[in-house]
């Protein structure tokens, strides 16, 4: 068709003199803004790393962290894996990055929330931060392996129990109040599931759901059955109890993952770009994701909330609010900035 556009070079040329400006400016006064805000109290926060996945070059990593209270990105470090030794230390830098921005704007940090690494653990042990563990990790954890048991012969009760330690890894978490008693429910599923509701751990002597009489012996795990030792053996593992202790009661970073998604339509991971443009895309997926992450659910005309039924791989179904549209009012800031702060003072 012969139409004229413009070229990659002149487009990386404006970029690199107005737009990438324009977005670390917004950035940054918005940063400034929200950790002025958070000075005034102690904060809950969860990081997580988003490297890219086996197959691709982990060259960079970028680390968010996100205030747990309102679901919003306060922090967004891009490393680089020749700078910390190789990229199984870049979420620590990460991380490290990060609480250095907060004590130096004066946000005290009340706890942080990660997925488990023996770095991030020591890392936060030696600062004196406490650290809790995101519950989806350990009950993925557990669930492949309960998976792989139910194939086994003999074991077929096992998958039927699946879906029930996983809530049980929740409930537990979100109705302790410490450790121990956290460690004490777990514990408990082992009697509950040949039936027995009684418990000789003081925290947790007897299990909360009503008393029902079932005829069906089949749904129950037998005492000292192939099944039961090899479910034992993955629930009370020395490790996975130590976990369980560390589960955090109140706050998940399930929205940390959403970010990543966002993030990762920003920055794909098959286009290459320098890291000062890497960086900006990040800061832009993070305005996006804090302009849209309070979006309230859609009614319908009989006054009902609206859902949306979706079917993942591994069979099942579940049901997720359906949302208002987002917005891009970041984008028209950005724009009034280009042209009242950048071009007048490049």
């Given at each position: 068709?012969?139409?004229?556009?413009?070229?990659?070079?002149?487009?990386?040329?404006?970029?690199?003199?107005?737009?990438?400006?324009?977005?670390?400016?917004?950035?940054?006064?918005?940063?400034?803004?929200?950790?002025?805000?958070?000075?005034?109290?102690?904060?809950?926060?969860?990081?997580?790393?988003?490297?890219?996945?086996?197959?691709?070059?982990?060259?960079?990593?970028?680390?968010?962290?996100?205030?747990?209270?309102?679901?919003?990105?306060?922090?967004?470090?891009?490393?680089?894996?020749?700078?910390?030794?190789?990229?199984?230390?870049?979420?620590?830098?990460?991380?490290?990055?990060?609480?250095?921005?907060?004590?130096?704007?004066?946000?005290?940090?009340?706890?942080?929330?990660?997925?488990?690494?023996?770095?991030?653990?020591?890392?936060?042990?030696?600062?004196?931060?406490?650290?809790?563990?995101?519950?989806?990790?350990?009950?993925?954890?557990?669930?492949?392996?309960?998976?792989?048991?139910?194939?086994?012969?003999?074991?077929?009760?096992?998958?039927?129990?699946?879906?029930?330690?996983?809530?049980?890894?929740?409930?537990?978490?979100?109705?302790?109040?410490?450790?121990?008693?956290?460690?004490?429910?777990?514990?408990?599923?082992?009697?509950?599931?040949?039936?027995?509701?009684?418990?000789?751990?003081?925290?947790?002597?007897?299990?909360?759901?009503?008393?029902?009489?079932?005829?069906?012996?089949?749904?129950?795990?037998?005492?000292?059955?192939?099944?039961?030792?090899?479910?034992?053996?993955?629930?009370?593992?020395?490790?996975?109890?130590?976990?369980?202790?560390?589960?955090?009661?109140?706050?998940?970073?399930?929205?940390?993952?959403?970010?990543?998604?966002?993030?990762?339509?920003?920055?794909?991971?098959?286009?290459?770009?320098?890291?000062?443009?890497?960086?900006?895309?990040?800061?832009?997926?993070?305005?996006?994701?804090?302009?849209?992450?309070?979006?309230?659910?859609?009614?319908?005309?009989?006054?009902n909330w609206r859902n949306a039924t979706h079917f993942p791989k591994k069979g099942g179904h579940t049901l997720e609010p359906v949302k208002t549209p987002p917005t891009q009012r970041y984008v028209h800031n950005l724009i009034s900035d280009v042209f009242e702060e950048i071009v007048p003072h490049p």
């Open positions: 068709m012969h139409l004229q556009n413009m070229s990659y070079k002149a487009f990386q040329k404006l970029s690199n003199s107005y737009l990438q400006p324009a977005v670390i400016h917004k950035w940054q006064q918005y940063q400034e803004e929200q950790l002025r805000i958070l000075s005034q109290k102690r904060v809950k926060v969860g990081g997580d790393m988003r490297a890219d996945s086996a197959g691709h070059s982990a060259k960079y990593g970028s680390y968010s962290l996100m205030n747990l209270e309102n679901n919003s990105i306060i922090d967004v470090q891009l490393v680089q894996n020749s700078e910390v030794g190789g990229s199984h230390n870049m979420e620590k830098e990460g991380l490290s990055r990060s609480l250095r921005l907060l004590e130096s704007k004066g946000v005290a940090v009340d706890y942080v929330v990660t997925d488990y690494r023996p770095q991030i653990q020591n890392f936060l042990q030696e600062k004196k931060i406490t650290h809790y563990y995101d519950v989806w990790r350990l009950e993925k954890s557990i669930s492949k392996k309960l998976a792989k048991v139910a194939k086994d012969k003999d074991c077929e009760v096992v998958k039927k129990w699946q879906c029930g330690i996983s809530n049980h890894a929740y409930w537990c978490a979100a109705s302790s109040s410490s450790g121990p008693e956290k460690v004490a429910k777990w514990t408990s599923m082992v009697n509950h599931m040949q039936d027995i509701h009684v418990h000789d751990n003081p925290l947790f002597p007897q299990c909360q759901h009503p008393v029902r009489l079932s005829s069906d012996r089949n749904k129950w795990f037998q005492p000292g059955s192939k099944a039961l030792f090899k479910v034992e053996k993955i629930l009370t593992n020395k490790k996975v109890l130590t976990d369980v202790a560390r589960l955090s009661s109140q706050y998940q970073t399930s929205f940390l993952d959403a970010f990543h998604s966002v993030a990762l339509r920003f920055t794909p991971r098959n286009v290459v770009v320098p890291p000062g443009e890497r960086l900006c895309r990040l800061y832009l997926a993070a305005m996006h994701f804090n302009e849209n992450s309070s979006r309230i659910q859609v009614g319908t005309t009989a006054g």
